[in-house]
């Protein structure tokens, strides 16, 4: 109350003060802000665009880290969860049921592509890939093939930070600090496609996957986890076919595939299932963030009616919950986005206009900062290098000098809101609402132009 009597400015004053001595932002180092570094607090936002506690408008060209895919301000979504408060504030699937996460459920089944058809609701992606690493687990124990426990994922990729999901995750950095991690994981190579030789297999990486079953002994792996673009190290797309092959490789080792799909479901490549565009079928399905646009937190586990028959006969349970998983306030708002989706036409929208955003990205390769330009719907990377002719990346200080030092300010400071990312090679990303069009797309264009012809500047000097 104090606070809502004060000037607009001594909020301000008072908002980045009370952030920076009780509020600890996620992989953010809190001893850069202060008083010369303020916090970036949004308080509003509206479509495409965010509103920063000055009033400022930025693009929102990562939706708010891959989530608000239907864009911002919605205010039907919040009115479907007011009407479920009305009717049911919230009861647990411990045991029991609503008719919200019944629906949801049956929803999302008729939604997924073939026999996706059990729904394991969580609170989030983490818990989702967590999940589904304990369910491959539980899967083969079943099948009297308790030994299957590895997972096999790909360098660089990130797939959450509880430890089993985390133990998935191919950053180094993410994990060096929490070792030991959950025993069992391997990596194997993503499909960085531009960096490697121009006579490579282009299936070398899917033979790589088989290559590690092997070397591990098929009788210790359980699943292989892949996102259908890989989002760490840069909107890693697919070779032709790359999915096909896995997927044989899986079912000639009684391996589960588990599509990671918590960035790339809900039409961030144009379908409701990221795996949808590159035609293979998983064995599970992992989704969060835009299931509800992110205006209420919700994940789940996708299974196919062949993962989860073991669970569903006799005595046999899937030992596994989360309080809040599957909340009925979150279905309801789940049902109201997927609402949205189907009106609109988002997926749609996104094929439609895909090509126009990827064009404008590849008007910018005249610039010599610019390597490699590659993604897939909204969904889109840039990789920055030394050198185009030699590829030439940045070394370690360099990228932290570039990225951390100017790039990822400066972009927000021009009001433009994207990662500037080096998890792998540095790139920028871009994954807007699936609402933007030729004027977001414009915006972005003239925003990199402008910035990345300084930082060349700056990269010379
Ligand atoms: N899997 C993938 C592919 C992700 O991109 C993320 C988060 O970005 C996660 C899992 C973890 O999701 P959450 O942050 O909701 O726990």
């Known amino acids: 109350m104090a606070i809502a009597s004060q000037s607009p400015q001594a909020v301000e004053t008072d908002l980045q003060a009370l952030a920076r001595r009780h509020l600890w932002l996620h992989f953010s180092r809190m001893g850069g802000y202060g008083p010369e570094h303020e916090i970036p607090l949004i308080t509003r936002a509206e479509g495409c665009y965010v509103y920063d506690e000055h009033g ?121 600090q929490f070792e030991p991690l959950t025993p069992g994981a391997c990596h194997v190579p993503n499909t960085n496609i531009y960096r490697w030789p121009a006579d490579r297999d282009p299936l070398w990486a899917a033979t790589a996957i088989e290559e590690r079953i092997e070397f591990e002994g098929s009788d210790t792996v359980a699943a292989v986890i892949l996102e259908p673009v890989q989002n760490a190290g840069g909107c890693f797309v697919p070779p032709d076919g790359y999915f096909q092959r896995v997927r044989e490789i899986c079912d000639r080792h009684d391996v589960l595939m588990i599509s990671d799909e918590v960035i790339c479901a809900w039409g961030r490549l144009g379908h409701m299932f990221g795996c949808e565009r590159f035609g293979y079928q998983p064995d599970i399905v992992t989704v969060a963030k835009a299931l509800t646009s992110a205006y209420a937190p919700m994940g789940a586990l996708i299974a196919s009616d062949r993962v989860a028959e073991p669970f569903m006969q006799g005595k046999e349970s899937f030992a596994h919950g989360f309080t809040f998983a599957g909340h009925p306030l979150s279905s309801a708002v789940a049902m109201a986005n997927l609402d949205v989706f189907e009106r609109e036409d988002l997926c749609g929208h996104v094929l439609a206009k895909e090509g126009e955003l990827r064009q404008m990205l590849e008007s910018l390769h005249d610039l010599p900062i610019v390597g490699d330009v590659r993604g897939a719907g909204f969904f889109q990377a840039i990789e920055l290098v030394k050198d185009k002719e030699t590829k030439e990346s940045f070394d370690d200080e360099e990228a932290e000098e570039l990225l951390r030092g100017y790039l990822s300010g400066e972009l927000y400071r021009r009001g433009l809101i994207c990662r500037a990312d080096d998890r792998g090679d540095p790139v920028i990303q871009l994954a807007p609402p699936l609402i933007a069009d030729t004027e977001q797309f414009e915006e972005i264009h003239d925003v990199l132009r402008g910035v990345l012809t300084d930082a060349w500047e700056r990269v010379r000097r």
């Open 56 to 176: 400022k408008r930025y693009l929102d060209g990562l939706s708010a880290l891959f989530c608000v895919n239907a864009g911002h301000g919605r205010t039907e979504l919040g009115d479907a969860a007011a009407r479920q408060v009305a009717e049911l504030d919230f009861y647990t699937l411990w045991s029991y049921a609503h008719p919200g996460a019944i629906e949801l459920a049956t929803r999302l089944a008729s939604l997924a592509p073939g026999e996706l058809n059990r729904v394991f609701f969580t609170s989030g992606g983490s818990e989702a890939v967590e999940s589904a690493l304990k369910l491959a687990r539980n899967f083969h124990r079943l099948h009297g093939k308790g030994q299957k426990h590895k997972v096999i994922a790909r360098e660089i990729a990130y797939h959450g930070t509880t430890l089993g999901a985390l133990s998935a995750t191919g950053i180094t950095e993410l994990r060096s």
